[in-house]
């Protein structure tokens, strides 16, 4: 869509494996866990290691990291972290279950131990402690790879007492590993007092230091296999619009369904075998019979992560009412989660579902008449996990809330921001994060596009790469595939997929 000569050109071209979009560096979600030295005491920026660590993973550009944790401290562009100053091993015993639950991290960067050293009354058993806080780390996070760093053993006062520490702690990681748990130690650094801010403390050199430790245990770990992020449905976030015709993948298979909202409230789905011309349709007749007649209460996203779109209702008081998606009627029903947010305002044409954060669930979005948009990322919500407000993400570029669409165009499993221009193209930016949580890239102008009325642009993978395409019904709908849009790979076009119900 770079032009209508480049448009026309695409027409007779077939997409192929070398047309694909670029395939994404991973991301991989990490959670960095601990006391006072991993929330970045002592610090000048109070990030610690952690504003020095992201700057030597971006050094690198085989994978990316999205730091995470229910803690933002420190003036770095991705705060997220849970460290617990003054924390000993059985306070983070007491909150890892919740921490795991909400950020669902694919690797834990691990540094504790040095307060019980320092004040607890049972010093000896430490090391017995934190092997047991790895046991749950791993039993409410299968898949996940924890990487321990052991403390500093020139710790001032307390050097015998660290030195057991650490070597019981690698006794007991490597007989985990023994096991083919994914758990690696790693040796902190021998700081010395000018690295020192006081007798436990590291100051920004320090920090760095053990910045660098982490960094070559998370890029051997990437290496070795040991590292990855965990396989991320692409089905969370609605394709925009409020109009009878929506494109969500009901069936878990990646592609984008044709779902039709009659006016009596009911939706009726055909399954994308590849649409006209590639594959067909399958009809699956009416799915639910609904629950309103008006169609912009209602979205389909996927709300618990199953890689299935499900049916939301924005209620008249705007809370927000889930049923979960097990095949719809006749094929395996629904299960209704009951009202799951008491929402934030009853204009439903504010709110949106997308999957902000990557994890494979819709998260609630807000945008303001001031373009401005926030986030309450999913974590079950209401009565089951919960919401974890993310704050403001976006300043925003428009007032037009219609012109708005949230879908993953470069395909990392995160909605990013697009804007329907009034001349029918598209800017784009990126999703790294959001505002305050690692910010956007902007890409540019991705196409040009084909029409003017954005009612009729839904952006939704229509071939199951994970890239959002460009899809525009008039009736008929008309797909473009994405390469990675104008400028970045270009668009295929894909043809009258659908002639319309």
Do not use: C
């Not at 209508?4 to 997409?15: E, G, K, N, R």
């Not at 760093?149 to 660290?162: E, F, H, S, Y």
């Not at 650094?189 to 920004?204: F, I, Q, R, V, Y």
């Not at 396989?231 to 609605?238: D, F, I, K, L, R």
């Amino acid at each position: 869509m770079a032009a209508v000569t480049a448009v026309a050109a695409l027409a007779a071209v077939a997409p192929t494996a070398s047309a694909a979009a670029p395939t994404p560096a991973p991301v991989l979600r990490v959670m960095p866990l601990g006391d006072s030295i991993t929330a970045g005491y002592r610090s000048t920026t109070d990030a610690g290691y952690r504003g020095p660590l992201a700057d030597l993973v971006a050094q690198q550009n085989r994978y990316t990291v999205d730091l995470v944790g229910s803690r933002g401290n420190g003036a770095v562009l991705d705060p997220d972290n849970e460290g617990h100053s003054g924390s000993m091993v059985n306070d983070l015993l007491a909150g890892v279950d919740g921490w795991l639950a909400a950020a669902q991290p694919d690797v834990v960067l691990l540094h504790i131990g040095i307060n019980d050293l320092d004040r607890g009354t049972d010093k000896a058993h430490t090391a017995d402690r934190t092997s047991a806080l790895i046991d749950r780390i791993l039993a409410d996070r299968p898949g996940v790879t924890v990487l321990v760093m052991g403390l500093i053993p020139t710790t001032p006062n307390l050097t015998a007492q660290v030195a057991d520490y650490n070597s019981a702690l690698s006794q007991a990681v490597l007989a985990k590993q023994a096991q083919g748990r994914k758990v690696r130690y790693t040796a902190a650094p021998a700081l010395t007092p000018a690295e020192m801010a006081d007798g436990l403390h590291p100051d920004d050199l320090g920090y760095q230091r053990l910045a660098q430790t982490f960094d070559q245990a998370l890029d051997r770990a990437f290496t070795d296999g040991l590292a990855a992020p965990a396989p991320v449905h692409h089905a969370g976030t609605e394709s925009g619009g409020a109009g009878r015709v929506r494109w969500a993948d009901f069936d878990g298979d990646g592609r984008a369904d044709y779902i039709v909202l009659n006016d009596d409230g009911s939706a009726r789905v055909l399954l994308n075998k590849g649409g006209d011309g590639h594959g067909g349709w399958s009809d699956l007749g009416q799915v639910t019979t609904g629950m309103t007649s008006d169609r912009s209460r209602v979205r389909f996203a996927d709300f618990d992560g199953d890689g299935r779109a499900d049916y939301i209702l924005i209620n008249g008081d705007g809370s927000v009412r889930v049923f979960l998606n097990k095949g719809g009627d006749g094929h395996g029903g629904w299960n209704d989660l009951g009202q799951v947010a008491s929402g934030l305002t009853a204009d439903p044409s504010q709110v949106t579902f997308a999957d902000f954060d990557g994890d494979g669930r819709a998260d609630y979005l807000i945008t303001q008449p001031d373009g401005a948009v926030g986030a309450f990322l999913n974590r079950g919500g209401d009565g089951h996990g919960g919401w974890i407000d993310d704050g403001k993400v976006a300043g925003g570029l428009t007032t037009d809330r219609g012109r708005v669409r949230f879908a993953d165009l470069d395909g990392d499993g995160r909605a990013d921001y697009n804007v329907i221009n009034q001349d029918g193209s598209i800017t784009t930016f990126l999703n790294k994060g959001g505002d305050g949580h690692g910010g956007w890239t902007d890409y540019g102008r991705t196409a040009t596009g084909l029409t003017t009325d954005q009612a009729t642009v839904a952006l939704a993978d229509i071939n199951g790469d994970a890239h959002a395409d460009y899809l525009v019904t008039t009736g008929p709908t008309t797909a473009f595939l994405n390469n990675g849009g104008d400028g970045h790979g270009g668009w295929t076009d894909y043809g009258r997929i659908a002639a319309g119900v």
